[in-house]
């Protein structure tokens, strides 16, 4: 799958050192992954000096920070949408593909049906608004780019929602999790592997939806972390969204389709609960600090 990409054409991921970046590289380790010190995506001299023709490009690069990103558009906006039409206008330039990871949050979270990448869009928030300007970019100047959005990406280490479910059965007896907020939580491996999959097979969709298959609360997010972990389950208590105010608004509702992926002729990614028990294991087997 990633091997052919890599023999064949040059693979390059920006964003190298974020969470997916990080999964893609190690699934694919000839490809070149340049972190935000080795190329900032805005500047489209340093992006031109990267891109080869033929290249398949991952940009996992992007500004990530949803609450802080409120008070801090221009920023926001910087990388999360100038950024993605400097790649995609570089990669027209150069004959090289784009594969431009999105969000969920383009979307304004309140559906009631998983949904598909031609749904109305209407972010509700500053990151969701500089994601969709990014998308919009990306489209208007590659016309062989394809935007994938995903949602609700973890590894478990480091800072994400499973990391910090971890800490807290170890920290707390109990911990109050939101239950009124559905998505699908996506081990940030499986999507590393869609997205190879991707870059090995060319298509002429513009836009996918690549999340683990089902849907979820936080709260059964977070039961499931503890019963994988042999934590008793009962220790997580729901509550609502007015629980913990934030500084940007959460989607109520943000499960994407699959449908797409599947009509691409790609695999589909499987259920969220085994992806999260593998992420839960490869995690037990790490010998270092999470
Ligand atoms: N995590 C989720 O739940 C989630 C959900 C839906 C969609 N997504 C999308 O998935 C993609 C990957 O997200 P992630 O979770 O891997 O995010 P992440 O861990 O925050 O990684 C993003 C990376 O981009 C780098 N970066 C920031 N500005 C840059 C610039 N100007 N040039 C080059 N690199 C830059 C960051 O470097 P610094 O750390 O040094 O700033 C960071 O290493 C993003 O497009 C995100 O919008 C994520």
Known sequence: MGEDVNAAAGLLVTG?????GRALTRLAPNARGLARTDLDITDANAVRAVVRPGDVLVNCA?????????????????????????????????????????????????????????????????????????????LECSPTATIVRTAWVYTGRGGDFVATMRRLERERDTVSVVNDQFGSPTYAVDLAAALLELAAKP??????????????????????????LGADPARVRPCGTEDFPRS????????????????????????????????????????GPP
């Open 16 to 20: 190298a050192h974020g969470q997916l």
């Open 62 to 138: 992007a500004y990530t920070a949803v609450d802080r990103a409120e008070a801090d558009r221009d920023a926001a906006f910087a990388v999360n949408a100038a950024g993605p039409r400097v790649l995609a206008q570089v990669c027209a330039e150069r004959d090289a593909r784009l594969i431009h990871v999105s969000t969920d949050y383009v979307f304004p979270g309140t559906g009631s049906r998983p949904y598909e990448p031609d749904d109305p869009t209407g972010p509700a928030t500053v990151y969701g608004r500089s994601k969709l300007a990014g998308e919009q970019a990306v």
């Open 203 to 228: 298509t002429g969709a513009r836009i996918l939806h690549a999340t683990n298959a089902g849907a979820a609360s936080w709260f059964d997010l977070a039961q499931a972390v503890f019963s994988g």
């Open 248 to 287: 940007a608004p959460r989607p109520a509702y943000s499960v994407l389709s699959g449908n797409s992926w599947a009509a691409a002729g790609l695999s589909p990614l499987r259920h969220w609960k085994p992806a999260l028990n593998d992420a839960l294991a490869a995690i037990s087997d790490y010998p």
